[in-house]
């Protein structure tokens, strides 16, 4: 069992920055995924453990930087030019190697809440 443990969120106005972060031991993918109420958990970006590549959801592209220590034991997301349309639970995730997202390990959440 991977314990991931969250940290960042809470409260900025719209255009500000937040940082989020996760540390987690293994070799994983390292992704973030976002719920907003009434809505389902979607995508927003992922560090790959084979390659380093990094991939994000259209809505964040620009916007959003993900990247990972030397170590990759814990990911960052650095989250700029923030809008009202952020505003959601965050969740950090970890990937197995050549799995999908649905055997990931999941963390508890965090809010983001981007005011206007």
């Known amino acids: 069992q991977v314990r991931l443990v969250e940290s960042g969120g809470g409260l900025a106005q719209a255009g500000g920055s937040l940082r989020l972060s996760c540390a987690a031991s293994?070799?994983?993918?390292m992704g973030w995924f976002r719920q907003a109420p009434g809505k389902e958990r979607e995508f927003v970006a992922a560090?790959?453990?084979?390659?380093?590549?990094?991939d994000y959801a259209d809505s964040v592209k620009g916007r959003f930087t993900i990247s990972r220590d030397n170590a990759g034991n814990t990911v960052y997301l650095q989250m700029n030019s923030l809008k009202p349309e952020d505003t959601a639970v965050y969740y950090c995730?970890?990937?197995?190697?050549?799995?999908?997202?649905?055997?990931?390990?999941w963390g508890e959440g965090t809010q983001v809440t981007v005011s206007s």
């Open positions: 560090a790959y453990w084979i390659g380093g590549n990094t």
């Open positions: 293994g070799r994983y993918t």
């Open positions: 995730a970890a990937r197995p190697l050549y799995n999908n997202w649905s055997n990931a390990y």
